[in-house]
């Protein structure tokens, strides 16, 4: 089954989508933004996607974490990468995991699930949550979701 549209859920929509807990922008099937980082952080840069795969029309969850350079000096990992669906009736369900138990990194770490069909679930959308661990100067660790959500809309 091929997409007929991708819809990237993001915070321009926010009355519209307020009752479901995200906000909509529906962006033609061609838009590259599916795949864009949503990032954060000035010394350690956390960032999450649900990254479309346009030839498989499929979506994962991946997460990345970066020691920023002339910041701090930091060790940085990304672990529990989950890709999850939301809907009305059950909120967030986690669809798929990774949990990446490679270790900590000198300047940047990467981890992503496997891919699922959104059009199992043609009216849910998808949204990524990982855990962002750094030490070096100050130490921290973050579970983080970023403040948008990702759907299609199939044939």
Same mark, same amino acid.
């Given at each position: 089954?091929?997409?007929?549209?991708?819809?990237?859920?993001?915070?321009?929509?926010?009355?519209?989508?307020g009752a479901l807990g995200a906000s909509?922008?529906?962006?033609?099937?061609?838009?590259?933004?599916?795949?864009?980082?949503?990032?954060?952080?000035?010394?350690?840069?956390?960032?999450?996607?649900?990254?479309?795969?346009? *030839? +498989?029309?499929?979506?994962?969850?991946?997460?990345?974490?970066? %020691?920023? $350079? &002339?910041?701090? !000096?930091?060790?940085?990992?990304?672990?529990?990468?989950?890709?999850?669906?939301?809907?009305?009736?059950?909120?967030?369900?986690?669809?798929? *995991? +990774?949990?990446?138990?490679?270790?900590?990194?000198?300047?940047? %770490?990467? $981890? &992503?699930?496997? !891919?699922?069909?959104?059009?199992?679930?043609?009216?849910?959308?998808?949204?990524?949550?990982?855990?962002?661990?750094?030490?070096?100067?100050?130490?921290?660790?973050?579970?983080?979701?970023?403040n948008n959500s990702w759907g299609? $809309?199939?044939?």
């Open positions: 089954m091929r997409l007929k549209r991708v819809g990237r859920f993001g915070t321009t929509g926010a009355l519209v989508a909509i922008v529906v962006t033609p099937s061609s838009a590259s933004a599916e795949s864009a980082w949503e990032c954060y952080g000035t010394q350690v840069k956390r960032c999450a996607t649900v990254w479309w795969d346009e *030839t +498989a029309d499929t979506y994962r969850a991946r997460a990345k974490i970066t %020691d920023v $350079a &002339g910041g701090g !000096s930091y060790q940085v990992k990304v672990t529990n990468v989950k890709l999850q669906r939301f809907s009305i009736a059950s909120g967030w369900v986690t669809m798929r *995991t +990774a949990k990446d138990g490679d270790g900590w990194h000198g300047t940047e %770490d990467l $981890a &992503g699930t496997s !891919s699922v069909n959104p059009c199992n679930w043609p009216r849910q959308t998808f949204g990524v949550v990982a855990t962002f661990s750094w030490r070096g100067t100050g130490s921290g660790e973050k579970t983080w979701r970023p299609f $809309a199939c044939d």
